[in-house]
């Protein structure tokens, strides 16, 4: 007899072995492999407080090229941050380069330098009951970042200078919305204590992306990584 349960449930277990297996292939992320770390603040604009709390926010992130390309090769650039909620719990954000029109915010888009990188969640946001929005982040100083897309650059210009992002909110017919303000800088030694960043895990009760059946795929993906890297034969790679 056929176990409707397990049939419903046969996507999911495709994509969480197959992210397994590739991830304990290349003994790292599937996607962003290597990354740098940061560490900074996060203070939200006065309509976002409900969420987020008041006052500057503590954050721990990591920007990343997505394919894990050599030197300065163009890639999918990625933001990865953690702050905490007004509850003191961790609330991810994964965003990626992405186009910047109505069709281009569903599409992830390579990209030639941090100095240009436009970062989006690629599904809206639900907050409690308000319309849906998109997550981007905008560099604050965009002519002061690397014109280029090397990880090391990035990590040279981090020896003297904030990366500064606005978050905004951006949905269908309605003019966007700034969410608040991010300052990162290159994380201490013992600050940065996360292996992942996990945005269908840790959010508040009252905050969801959309739609649901993606977020079932997308936790599969994350978590099948998650396993590969921790397979015994899996040695993460550095950032």
């Known amino acids: 007899m056929i176990n409707l349960h397990d049939v419903a449930e046969l996507p999911n277990t495709?994509?969480?072995?197959?992210?397994?297996?590739?991830?304990?292939?290349?003994?790292?992320?599937?996607f962003h492999p290597r990354g740098v770390q940061?560490?900074?603040?996060f203070r939200a604009n006065s309509a976002y407080v409900p969420w987020f709390g008041p006052g500057d926010r503590a954050v721990i992130a990591r920007q990343s090229k997505g394919v894990g390309s050599p030197g300065g090769v163009p890639d999918v650039l990625g933001l990865a941050f953690r702050v905490l909620d007004r509850d003191e719990n961790p609330w991810d954000f994964t965003l990626a380069t992405t186009g910047?029109?109505?069709?281009?915010?569903?599409?992830?888009?390579p990209s030639r330098a941090w100095s240009t990188a436009r970062f989006g969640t690629l599904l809206p946001y639900r907050f409690a009951d308000r319309p849906p929005v998109w997550l981007f982040a905008e560099p604050l100083d965009p002519d002061d970042l690397p014109d280029t897309a090397s990880l090391r650059a990035l990590d040279d210009h981090l020896d003297d200078q904030l990366i500064r992002f606005s978050i905004i909110a951006d949905g269908i017919g309605r003019p966007p919305e700034i969410v608040?303000?991010?300052?990162l800088r290159r994380a201490e030694p013992g600050e940065y204590r996360t292996d992942f960043f996990d945005p269908i895990l840790?959010?508040?009760?009252?905050?969801?992306?959309?739609?649901?059946?993606v977020n079932w795929l997308r936790e599969s993906a994350y978590t099948g990584s998650r396993r590969g890297r921790t397979d015994d034969n899996a040695q993460p790679a550095p950032g």
Request: aromatic share 4%; hydrophobic share 45%.
């Open 100 to 109: 910047t029109s109505a069709l281009g915010r569903f599409v992830i888009t």
């Open 38 to 41: 940061l560490a900074g603040r």
């Open 14 to 30: 495709v994509v969480r072995n197959t992210f397994q297996a590739g991830a304990r292939l290349r003994h790292a992320r599937v």
């Open 180 to 183: 608040g303000e991010l300052d």
């Open 202 to 213: 840790n959010h508040p009760d009252d905050v969801a992306l959309m739609p649901q059946v």
